[in-house]
C-alpha cells in the first residue's frame, strides 16, 4: 500500500487504486489523440464545404466557400432581355446569402460530433456574447441543450 498527500492529511490508495487511474488516464489520452485527429479531418472536410443556389428566377447561379464568400457567378444571357440594374443586384444578393447561409449550416452539421452546433453557430456568427454565455454555463455545469 502506498500513501498519497491531500494537504495535511495522508490517506492510504491502493495499488489497484493507482492501476486504475494509469488505466483511465490512458484512456484518456487514446480519446484526446483520437478527437485531435478527427478534428483535423473535420477541419479539412468544414473547409471543403462548397454550395451553389440557384436564384429564384433561374437565372442567377452562385457558389460560395465555407465561410460564404463568393467563388463563382453564372448569369443566364436571358437577364439581359429585361436590363434592370437593381434588380440584378439584388437577386445576386439574395442568392449568395442564402448560399452563405446553407454552407454555415453545413459546416455546423460536419463539426456537430465535436462541437454543439448552437455553440459553432455562435462561433462562425462571431456573436462573442452568445459564447461567453455558452462557457459560463458550462463552468455552471449546464449542458449546451440548458443554454
Known amino acids: 500500500m502506498t500513501a498519497f498527500t491531500t494537504g495535511e492529511n495522508v490517506q492510504p490508495v ?7 487511474m494509469r488505466a483511465y ?16 479531418d473535420l477541419l479539412r472536410n ?8 440557384r436564384s429564384k428566377d433561374g437565372l442567377i447561379t452562385v457558389t460560395v466557400n465555407s ?9 443566364d444571357p436571358r437577364i439581359y432581355r429585361h436590363p434592370d440594374a437593381r ?14 447561409e446553407k ?3 453545413k459546416v455546423v452539421e460536419v463539426f ?7 455553440q459553432m453557430r455562435a462561433y462562425i456568427e462571431g456573436d ?3 459564447m461567453m454565455d455558452q462557457l459560463a454555463g458550462m463552468m455552471a455545469g449546464r449542458t449546451s441543450g440548458d443554454l
Open 14 to 20: 491502493e495499488r489497484a487504486d493507482a492501476t486504475g
Open 25 to 40: 488516464a490512458d484512456e484518456l489520452r487514446r480519446t484526446f489523440m483520437s478527437l485531435q485527429d478527427e478534428g483535423l
Open 46 to 53: 468544414a473547409k471543403a464545404v462548397q454550395v451553389t443556389e
Open 67 to 75: 465561410r460564404g464568400e463568393l467563388v463563382r457567378l453564372d448569369i
Open 87 to 100: 434588380a440584378l443586384a439584388d437577386t445576386i444578393t439574395d442568392t449568395v446569402h442564402r448560399a452563405g
Open 103 to 105: 454552407a454555415q449550416q
Open 112 to 118: 456537430e460530433p465535436l462541437v454543439p452546433a448552437d
Open 128 to 130: 462573442v456574447e452568445k
